[in-house]
């Protein structure tokens, strides 16, 4: 990988606060049970540019709208394909580098300029990403 010299620096941020429930259930649009935690990037971090693009604003406006809304998802599976799309594509312009290891243990590819390997994250860690990549630390994170 080409080492990039970015103008707005990257800030390292650690995972050890990225969960994921594969147990919860959800019936409608309403989550029935959380289920149990687990930190599944403990030890790991990413590294992030802490500005947001009006893309990716745009996209999780799109996506938000699309979950928020009742709709058959087969008549608007393409529309949050887009968006799924739009949101990888700008936090792969974001997310500068990683040290995220799959359920395996073995090292993910690096994200930047790669949204698919973003795409093809769980749920819960795209949207702790979208949540990391405003460039705050976990602690950083709770205070609001």
């Given at each position: 990988?080409?080492?990039?010299?970015?103008?707005?620096?990257?800030?390292?941020?650690?995972?050890?606060?990225?969960?994921?429930?594969?147990?919860?259930k959800i019936?409608?649009?309403?989550?029935?049970?959380?289920?149990?935690a687990i930190?599944?990037?403990?030890?790991?971090?990413?590294?992030?540019?802490?500005?947001?693009?009006?893309?990716?604003?745009?996209?999780?406006?799109?996506?938000?709208?699309?979950?928020?809304?009742?709709?058959?998802?087969?008549?608007?599976?393409?529309?949050?394909?887009?968006?799924?799309?739009?949101?990888?594509?700008?936090?792969?312009?974001r997310i500068?580098?990683?040290?995220?290891?799959?359920?395996?243990?073995?090292?993910?590819?690096?994200?930047?300029?790669?949204?698919?390997?973003?795409?093809?994250?769980?749920?819960?860690?795209?949207?702790?990403?979208?949540?990391?990549?405003?460039?705050?630390?976990?602690?950083?994170?709770?205070?609001?």
């Amino acid at each position: 990988m080409t080492q990039v010299s970015f103008k707005i620096p990257p800030r390292l941020i650690p995972s050890y606060d990225c969960l994921i429930y594969p147990d919860r259930k959800i019936e409608g649009e309403k989550i029935v049970e959380k289920g149990e935690a687990i930190a599944v990037h403990r030890g790991e971090w990413i590294e992030v540019v802490p500005v947001q693009s009006m893309k990716e604003l745009i996209a999780l406006g799109r996506i938000a709208s699309l979950v928020s809304s009742e709709f058959d998802m087969s008549g608007r599976a393409g529309e949050a394909s887009r968006a799924l799309v739009s949101l990888c594509t700008a936090l792969a312009a974001r997310i500068t580098a990683w040290n995220w290891t799959d359920n395996a243990g073995l090292p993910l590819p690096q994200p930047y300029e790669q949204p698919d390997v973003l795409a093809a994250l769980s749920n819960d860690e795209l949207m702790y990403l979208v949540q990391a990549s405003r460039g705050e630390t976990p602690e950083e994170r709770k205070k609001d």
